[in-house]
């Protein structure tokens, strides 16, 4: 996260759970971009915006004793979770680091791998992050994210709302809701879909970039579900929908068939410095 007054979501142990139900359906992307990542026992592995410690959990699975895991983060709450979570999930070193990711440290340096899961849409202008990111870096290091699009699936559910779907409008009403919430607070809601195109603009090489979507399953709505439990209040204070609403569209979730096609997904793009 960026700084913890600006971070859009949350950072109470109920957060924590809902990164942890995300952890769970973002696992094969998650594996993928570790695989992009080809990640060896011995590297220093920098991971941005480490928050609860699910991700890094999966990294430090990669790392052997002569590894090190160092995990920025500045949600003072979210890194002591990931304190505890991560105190002997392996033989390699790890590293929490409260820090704001978006001014780039003394912690970089050295670093094999940098890496985040779900961080650069909360920071503003991501992409000069990128940019700046690469010239700070030694050539070779390997760079990954993972980064969710909550707009571009919104085209195919508002086709099928208006073809007779009504259904699948609890889908385009929380989709909205997270999109009006990022654009108020200026960060991104779609930096995952352009990210391919900002890495090879600054001059990575090599890129690669795969896409994941998320069709409606228990997981995801439950994702969805816990979203408005909470930011619930900070909607209502912003305009966006009243406590009422987010109750009421929580019911219409659960109601949503299984299987009902993705209102978002989340792009794998890794590259060489």
Known sequence: MVNSTEYVLGQSPEAARRLEIQDRH??????????YLKIRPADRVVELGCGAGMFSRR??????????LVSVDSATGLLEQAKALLKDAGPAKFEPTLADVSQLGS??????????????HHVPMAELLVGRLRSR????????FMEPDFRAPLARVAHLEATGHTELAPLRVWATVINDLYLIRR???CVGATLATAFADSGY???Q????????????????????DEVGETLEKLGIITRAECSKQQGLLRKVPLGSPAVWGTHVVCAEA
Request: charged share 20%.
């Open 209 to 228: 970039h795969a896409y994941h979507e998320f069709p409606c399953n228990d997981l995801v709505i439950d994702n969805m579900i816990m979203f408005y």
């Open 137 to 144: 870096i030694r050539p070779g290091t390997r760079v990954g």
């Open 26 to 35: 973002f696992a094969g992307a998650s594996e993928q971009l570790l695989d």
């Open 187 to 189: 960060i991104s809601p």
């Open 59 to 68: 990294i430090l699975n990669r790392l052997g004793g002569g590894g090190t």
């Open 107 to 120: 912690w970089l340096d050295g670093a094999d791998v940098v890496t985040g899961r779900a961080v650069l």
């Open 205 to 207: 090489r090599n890129v």
